[in-house]
């Protein structure tokens, strides 16, 4: 029998922050090929080689599809009515004896990616009503998303370049050639790339390693880790030196211009450029060229954010785009209008509450709460240490902090201390295999999907909606069940409580609330749509280019998204000051107290004489998440988790090619297999996260086979941006010997 033709249907990828659009080719039933999407109005055609382990993942045997339940130790299936009567009877005491801060949640990555997740895990947390929220975003991201909400007034009002149009683009601690973006979602930054330097634009990168994309780069500065806050500090101070600050447009926006001036006076070139590594007159050469480029951008990521300064980093990219003239203005650094869910389209245009931090405090070591959560580094110490408000039991959300989180070896013996844990996972991994009861996720191929983040990220403005590829699985719970049910549990409303019903009563309410007299109209118009679609539904049509539900009939709603494979673009990034701004004086704030005090501390270390080996991460184009090390097509080819490490530092050490090394820091050590690179600055090595698939009970078997080291068990679950929370990962001193324990 001739085989039927393959159906072509379509993905958001999930893979990574870039988004791109995939097309999946289906033959009954199973997928036969995924290729880049040519219609797709964001991504036109790009794939990385991660897009196409889509069909691993979905076909993964190792991916979860029962519920699980650990029975005297073992985890055996469950149907979903069972595990939830485990949950049931096993949560509720905790919360009845001891409140609701003895139960914490921890949220991953891979949660960004599912719009059910990002959606309702709120609903849960609220019903659960604790303080104890961990998430990825104190890994990673928490000192851009502060640094913004200090500037501009709300948390992802975030400025990312305009690489479209830009001319001249300064890049720090990001490699965007292995990830094609974050905070910026921006696929196929190779070819944008190319374009810009085509025309004549330059990509300036500074790095500790010569990454694949300094390699591209028309200059490339080699940088001590951890100084990235001096360098941008010297910069700013030689615009203000030598008459180069420029506010252009942004003039009559901006506030604390004098102050900023004033504080940043200790941080001339000259004084700052032993803490860098990099000469004065470099610095003040880039300081020149920013001011000079009519079209330009500062952009900083990860290794930016995972340092003692990640907050002030952060603050200071924008702070240059700022006083070059750079930041809102075509072909810079601009802010995206998203269709649906950014909180900087929604309530008054051009002032607002601001942000505040510290509204509580973590019970152990008082880290102040910022954006609703506490430092993924205090997990450990809230479940361990006794007394009022321990933390006794744990749901985790697509997160697996024992291999992402700082000194994964304590945090795994804290869980095993806990009365009761819940993972909502696809795998059972590192983390879950604590877990007493595993609910797993949805196969992305057997989900809708909206990017409910990215698109506020996103280099340029658009919306796209895909529908499932292949029917769900009958043993399969949509996600947004699974939260609204343990969210009734969290309530008291038991196990077996009419979790549809009550979505619609809560979404009916939010209406109430959202749209006063209108709200009956509001509800006919959204129709019979349930879960998810209806928030998204409801988002769109209010949303800065929706169809104001009836009111504005070219505008934007679900149907017409649905109806409209490939997405719609929205255009170009426009500028958005005042609008966009949220800040009490309605004003760009240059110079938050919080961040003019934390100058004084980066001024008081100043001199303080650098270590002489640190580790860096590194991100690779095949992984992004640690199951990613599970799928076939992404684990073969050459073993990855290799330390690079500059020659001449092998030699000191007696390390050649290929040797295994003992790594320690904080007195812990992993073994580590050497790879000498010259791409390394001296006395910095590297060492990609998320890898160790070495402990027992896990059940990825793929990974399992080169399992790699966990880099972040050496590292310190207490050293943190004190402002962000967020965790050092990135410039930690270690010691590298050829002595392998
Ligand atoms: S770049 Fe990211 S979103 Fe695009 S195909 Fe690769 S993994 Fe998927």
Redesign the pocket.
Known sequence: MPRPEAESRYR?????????G?EVQVSEGRVVAIR?DERDVF?HG?????????KDLHEDPDRLRTPLIKRDGRFVPASWDEAFAEIDRRLAPILAAHGRDAVAVTLGNPSAHKMALLLYFPRLLKALGTKNFFSASTLDQMPKQLSSGLMFGHWLSVALPDIERCDYLLMLGANPMA??GSLWTV??FRGKLRAMQSRGGRLVVVDPRRSETAAVADAHHFIRPGSDAYLLAGIANALFDEGLVRLGRLGDHVSGLDELREALQPFAPEAVATRCGIEPATIRALARELAAAPRAAVYGRIGTCTQSFGTLTSWLVDVLNALTGHLDEPGCAMFPKAAAFAANTIGRPGSGRGITTGRHTSRVSGAPEVFGEFPMGCLAEEIETPGAGQVKALITIASNPVLSAPNGPRLSAALDALDFMVSLDIYLNETSRHADVILPGVSALEDEHYDVAFPQLSHRNHARFNEAVLPADPASQPEWLTLMRLAGIALGRGPAFDALAWDDELAAQEVRRGFGDHADAVLRAIGPRRGPQRLLDLALRSGPYGDAFGLKPEGLTLDRLIATPGGIDLGPLQPRIPELLRTPSGKVELAPPMLLADLLRARRELDEPHAQLVVVGRRQVRS?NSWMHNLPTLAKGPFRCTALVHPDDARERGLTEGDMATLESNGRRIQVQVELSDEMMAGVISLPHGWGHDLPGAQLQVAAQRPGANLNAVLDEGARDPLSGNAVLSGVPVRLSARVA
Not at 12 to 17: Q, S, T, V
């Open positions: 958001i990828c999930p893979l990574c922050e870039a988004c791109c995939l880049g991504s790009y794939i990385c080689p991660k897009g196409v382990a889509l990830s094609n696929p196929d992004n």
